[in-house]
């Protein structure tokens, strides 16, 4: 299954969801927005949204500071 994260084409040997991919790149107790096909997906659906082959995700991270 192939998907984009960020604009970086990513190959997945078996299906997963939103949260298994945000734990994959050590994002999943960051704080976060996660859109997938340009649609939020709010961070209590993001264990049982499914990725499908094709899909568009774009993971942007909060970051404090000033």
Do not use: F, W
């Not at 299954?1 to 960020?6: D, F, H, L, R």
């Not at 298994?20 to 790149?25: D, T």
């Amino acid at each position: 299954m192939k998907i984009t994260v960020n604009g970086e084409e990513l190959t997945l040997d078996t299906p997963c969801t939103v949260a298994q991919l945000m734990r994959r790149y050590d994002l999943a107790d960051t704080a976060s927005a996660v859109e997938v096909n340009r649609q939020l997906v709010p961070k209590q659906q993001h264990p049982e949204r499914a990725l499908a082959d094709g899909d568009t995700v774009e993971i942007v991270t909060l970051v404090g500071g000033g």
